[in-house]
C-alpha cells in the first residue's frame, strides 16, 4: 500500500479584523492558498473574548490543539465565574467571601443548581427536599460488604455512586425536569451518607443512618463519629467548619471531574453514572488527591530543617516530586478559598484546644520559604485550597484517606448543577475532541512468519 504521508508544514496567519468585547470578527488565512476564513470574536458577561471557532474545519479544513484545555472553552456557563489572576471567584456572581461567611452549604447548592438564592421559603422546601433523600436503598448497604476491609474510600464511592443507578430507575429520564430535580436531590444527599458508610465499613463499626433533624454537615459529622451505643453530641463550631468546608469546594467551573461530568453527561448517560465519572476523575493528585498528599508530604518533610533539601528536590524535578497543595491552571495571583481555609484552620485549631500543631508550624514555614523562593514567585504557583484543608481535617479527626472524599461529597453539588446546565442546554452536543495523530501511517499487514 502506498501512501505514506510525513507532518504537513502549513503556514497561515491571523488578521486581526473587527475584534471588540462582544462581537467582531478575526480573519484566518492559509498562507500561499486563497482560503481564509472570517471567526466570530464572542464573549461572557466578563472574561476575556473567545474565538468561536466550529466552522475552522468545514472551512479551512484544520483543527486547533490545545492539549490540557488552557486556551480553549467547552461550554457556555452562567454557574461559576474565575479570574485568576485577580484570585477572584463568583458563585452565581456572588463572591466566595460573602458566601462562605454569610450562606450555608445547602444555600449555595440552592443557588448553584437553580441559580438564585432561595427566599425563606424555598430555603426551607429546598433543605426539607434534600434532607429526605438522605437514606440509602437497603439493599445498597449490602454493596459495601463486597469490598475489602483495606479498600480506599475513593474507591467505594466510586463503585457506591455509579451504583445508584441501578437502584433510583424511577428518575433516570435526563430529559424529563423533574427526574433531574429529583436525582440532584438524591445524589446531593446520598453522598455523605456513602462517604461516612464508607469510613465505617474501614474501621469495623455499625453503619450509622442519616438523621434528618440536623444540618447538612452536622448530620454528616454524626454519620461519621456517632455509635450506637452512645449519645453523640455534633460540636456546633465543628459543624460550621464543616459547613464551611463544604461551600469552598462547591464548584469550581470547567475542572477535570467536572469536564469529566460533563463530557459523560453530553453522551446521555444518567446523572449517578455521570458523578461516578467525575469522582474517578477527582481522586488523581493533581486534582482533588492533592489534600490527601499534602498531609503525606508534610509527614515526609517532618521538620522545618527538612524544608529546604525538599524544596531543592521538588525544584530540581527529581522522581517528579511537587510541592503539593501549590499552584493551580487558572489562579496565577491567590487562591481566594486558600486565604479563607487558612482562616479556618487557626479558628478549628483553636477550638479543639491545639494551641501547637507541629504540621501547622511546618505549613506555615513551608509556604513562607516556597513564596520568597525565585522558582515558585516566577512560575506564579501560589498555595491552593488543598494546601491548608488537609490540616484543618486532620485536627477534627478524619483520616487522611477521606479528605478527597470529603471533597466529592461537597463537589457532587456543582458536578450535578453542571451536569443539569449542560442538559438544559439546546446547543449541547457530545463531546468528542479531535486529536494530531502521530502514529505510523498506513502500512501493509506482515504476516507472522515474516516479522
Ligand atoms: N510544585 C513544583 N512545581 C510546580 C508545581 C508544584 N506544585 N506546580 C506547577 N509547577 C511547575 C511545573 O513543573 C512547570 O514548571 P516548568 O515551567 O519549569 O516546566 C510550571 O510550574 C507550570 O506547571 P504546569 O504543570 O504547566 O501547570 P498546570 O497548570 O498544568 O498544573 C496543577 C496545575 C494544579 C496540576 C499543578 O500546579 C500541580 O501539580 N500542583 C500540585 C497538586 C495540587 O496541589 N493540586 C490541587 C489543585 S487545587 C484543587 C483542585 O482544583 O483540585
Not at 427536599?129 to 464511592?157: N, S, Y
Not at 524535578?317 to 487558572?330: P, Y
Not at 501547622?360 to 516556597?370: G, H, N, R, T, V
Request: charged share 20%; net charge neutral; proline share 5%.
Amino acid at each position: 500500500m502506498a501512501g505514506v504521508r510525513g507532518r504537513r508544514q502549513i503556514k497561515g496567519s491571523i488578521m486581526s479584523g473587527t475584534g471588540h468585547t462582544g462581537g467582531g470578527t478575526v480573519t484566518i488565512t492559509l498562507d500561499g492558498t486563497n482560503k481564509s476564513v472570517k471567526i466570530p470574536l464572542t464573549s461572557g458577561t466578563v472574561g476575556p473574548d473567545v474565538l468561536d471557532i466550529r466552522k475552522l474545519y468545514n472551512e479551512l479544513g484544520i483543527f486547533t490543539y490545545d492539549p490540557g484545555y488552557g486556551g480553549t472553552a467547552s461550554c457556555d456557563s452562567r454557574i461559576t465565574y474565575i479570574d485568576g489572576d485577580e484570585g477572584i471567584l463568583l458563585h452565581r456572581g456572588y463572591p466566595i467571601q460573602q458566601l462562605a461567611e454569610q450562606s450555608s452549604f445547602l444555600e449555595v447548592a440552592h443557588l448553584l443548581l437553580n441559580g438564585e438564592l432561595p427566599n425563606a421559603a424555598e430555603k426551607k422546601a429546598f433543605e426539607d427536599g434534600v434532607m429526605k433523600h438522605t437514606m440509602l436503598h437497603e439493599q445498597l448497604r449490602r454493596f459495601f460488604d463486597g469490598f475489602r476491609r483495606d479498600a480506599h474510600p475513593m474507591a467505594i464511592m466510586c463503585g457506591v455512586v455509579g451504583a445508584l443507578s441501578a437502584f433510583y430507575h424511577d428518575s433516570l429520564d435526563i430529559n424529563n425536569a423533574e427526574h433531574r430535580r429529583i436525582s440532584a436531590f438524591r445524589l446531593i444527599a446520598k453522598v455523605p451518607t456513602i462517604a461516612a458508610w464508607a469510613y465505617k465499613y474501614s474501621v469495623g463499626q455499625p453503619f450509622m443512618y442519616p438523621r434528618n433533624d440536623l444540618g447538612y454537615a452536622e448530620n454528616f459529622l454524626y454519620m461519621m463519629n456517632a455509635v450506637p451505643a452512645e449519645p453523640y453530641h455534633v460540636n456546633p463550631v465543628l459543624a460550621r467548619a464543616m459547613d464551611l468546608i463544604f461551600i469552598l469546594h462547591a464548584d469550581h467551573e470547567q475542572n477535570a471531574s467536572t469536564a469529566t461530568v460533563r463530557l459523560s453527561g453530553s453522551t446521555g448517560a444518567n446523572p449517578f453514572a455521570c458523578i461516578a465519572a467525575g469522582i474517578a476523575s477527582l481522586w488523581g493528585p493533581a486534582h482533588g488527591g492533592a489534600n490527601e498528599a499534602v498531609l503525606k508530604m508534610l509527614a515526609e518533610i517532618g521538620s522545618v530543617e527538612n524544608i529546604k533539601p525538599f524544596l531543592e528536590m521538588v525544584k530540581a524535578k527529581d522522581n517528579h516530586a511537587r510541592l503539593m497543595g501549590f499552584g493551580h491552571r487558572v489562579y496565577k495571583n491567590f487562591d481566594p478559598r486558600a486565604v479563607i481555609m487558612q482562616a479556618t484552620c487557626h479558628a478549628v485549631l483553636k477550638e479543639l484546644g491545639i494551641k501547637d500543631d507541629p504540621l501547622l508550624d511546618l505549613a506555615i514555614e513551608l509556604e513562607k520559604i516556597a513564596l520568597s523562593d525565585p522558582y515558585f514567585i516566577e512560575r506564579k504557583l501560589y498555595p491552593n485550597v488543598d494546601f491548608y484543608s488537609g490540616i484543618i481535617l486532620k485536627a477534627m479527626g478524619f483520616p487522611t484517606s477521606m479528605f478527597t472524599v470529603l471533597f466529592a461529597v461537597a463537589r457532587t453539588t456543582g458536578w450535578i448543577s453542571q451536569w443539569k446546565e449542560l442538559i438544559e442546554d439546546p446547543s449541547q452536543r457530545i463531546g468528542r475532541p479531535r486529536q494530531v495523530y502521530t502514529g505510523a501511517v498506513a502500512r501493509d499487514y506482515v504476516p507472522l512468519a515474516g516479522r
